[in-house]
Structures are given as C-alpha cells and as structure tokens.
C-alpha cells in the first residue's frame, strides 16, 4: 500500500486475521511504502523477488514502466471472469482495454473510479489573524503565509515532502492561469515530457513549455514560489523531508496541509479531534471545477 501506515493497524488487522483464519483458512500481511518512499522503494521491491500478491498500481505509479519490466503478472477477461465472478460482472469492458500495456492487460481496474479535487486546509484561527475570508486560490494566501511565520515560530507555513507536496503549490499557482495537463509520471514515452494540454480547451491542442499560455503560468508560479521561499514561508530540506505536510499540519508543525478531497479526510478528522478548527480551499483551474480520476 501507498501510505503511511496508520495508527493502530497492527490491532486492527489482529483481530481481521483471527476472523479470516476461521472463515477461509488465510491470513493477511499488509505492508506500507511511506509516500516519501514511494520512488526507491516500489520499484526496488518488485525487482528483488520479494513475496508480493498484490500491490497497488496506477498510470502515475509506474505501472507502464514496471508492466515492460514484465514485474507484474498478465492477466486475461477469462482469469477474471473465472476466479473474480462479482467483480467481472459489474466491470466496465472498456476498462480492461484503458489498462493494458502493449496489448496485454496486467491490472485489475477499479468497478467504482474515485472523483477528487485537489484542496489545500488550512488554520480557521490563523486565518482570523490574517484577516483572510473564503480564500478561493493560492496565491490568495500570502498574509495567511505571513502571519504563520511571524506569529507562529513552531510552524512552517509550507513545510513541504519530497513526493507529494514538492510541486503541489507550484502546480497550483499554475492552474490558476490555465486547467494544465501533462504526460502522466511514468508514460514511458520521453517525447512527451515537456507537452501539455488544456483541459478547458476543447480542441485538445498540444502545448510545449515555450508556448502560451504555458510559459507564462510557469514563470507565474516559478516567479511566486522563489518569492515564498526567500520570505522563510517555505521548509528549507524539502528534498530530504519525508513527512507529508497533512501529517505535520495535525501535529502543529506546517501552517498548510495538501491533499486531495478522498486522502485529506483523515487529516480532517484528527484535527476535529484536537479542536483543530479548518478551512478547506479546493484548487479549481481558471473556468470552475475540474475532477479528477484516481489511480
């Protein structure tokens, strides 16, 4: 699994075990790769022979690059639809095509694709202190920023990991500007880093960085991130720092917490219970609202 392992699991997943091992004979072992881990770890694992059954894969998570690898077993409709009866009979055939890698299929598709948004939560208190109400983009957060760093010497205002939030914010402040879309992570196709999409153009045009508007949003956001950095608004390791910033935002350690709207719900919750009181900002491009599939 892609995360953190969470708290308590080795009790929960005793008392799982001891039911599966009366009901059908089987235990389950569950392992975590942390998000900061994700890029040495994943491929590492699944090239050394380890005893995996099943692992998370996703077009952004080497699936490509790991399914030519041929790390991953192939998989036929008929092995589905013999060993995975329910599962096959609620499948989407269209789904099995959109997961096969030079004509063979090594995944087993979600039957319920995940929709989420990209959101940043913040402190309702620092916000009051800002003077900053309903903020609806980033670059909006500047005295939030501010306010965190002069009046809260414990807490970076963007204390940012090396995996996950590295691009976000700068990602953000992109998508102001326009609804972007690049190659997905591990595409396999080197010709397609550097080339992007809009998402609100209904033409689909292929873009280069040195076209419009893309060049002048990634100045935008480059100009804007250098700016926060040299204000002390941004963790100055974010290469080394492995601890994403919605786990450091709980524990009082990062002004700002990035997530999406499915991951983010267990930030949410422990801050509840820290009388953490939130504001959640989703990150929409220019036009509105833009959802996303999750892996």
């Known amino acids: 699994m892609l995360v953190e392992a969470p708290k308590g699991m080795p009790e929960v997943m ?11 004979n089987a235990t389950l072992e569950i392992n975590y790769i942390g998000w900061g881990d994700v890029a040495s770890k994943y491929p590492l694992i699944l090239a050394s022979g380890q005893d995996v059954d099943f692992v998370f894969a996703a077009d952004w998570n080497f699936y490509v690059s790991e399914s030519n690898k041929g790390s991953f077993l192939e998989l036929s409709e008929d092995m589905i ?24 299929q090594y995944m087993i598709p979600t039957t ?37 760093k002069h009046s809260h010497p414990d807490m970076i205002p963007l204390n940012l990991d090396s995996q996950y939030d590295l691009p976000t914010p700068f990602g953000a ?13 591990d595409s396999g196709d080197p010709s397609a880093v ?8 209904p033409a689909g045009k292929i873009l280069s960085i040195t076209d419009e508007p893309v060049q002048s949003a990634f100045q935008y956001a480059a100009e804007t991130m250098k700016k926060w950095y040299d204000a002390g608004y941004v963790n100055k390791n974010p290469y080394s720092n492995k601890v994403r910033s919605k786990d ?13 709207s499915i991951d983010i719900q267990a930030t949410l919750a422990a801050c509840t219970d820290k009388g953490i009181e939130t504001y959640v900002m989703p990150c929409f491009p220019p036009r509105g609202m833009l959802l996303q599939a999750a892996g």
């Open 14 to 24: 005793a008392a799982v075990n001891e039911k599966l091992k009366q009901d059908i």
């Open 81 to 104: 639809k013999t060993n995975m009866p329910k599962y096959y009979a609620g499948q989407d055939p269209a789904a099995y095509q959109a997961a096969q890698v030079n004509g063979k």
């Open 173 to 185: 402040l992109v998508s102001e500007k326009f609804a972007f879309q690049g190659a997905p992570i």
């Open 248 to 260: 450091n935002f709980v524990e009082g350690k990062a002004g700002a917490a990035f997530g999406n």
């Open 194 to 201: 550097g080339l992007f999409t809009d998402n609100e153009d």
């Open 112 to 148: 319920t694709p995940d929709r989420k948004v990209n959101v940043i939560v913040l402190r309702k208190d620092i916000m009051d202190e800002a003077g900053l109400v309903n903020p609806t983009k980033i670059s909006e957060l500047e005295p939030y920023l501010a306010a965190v």
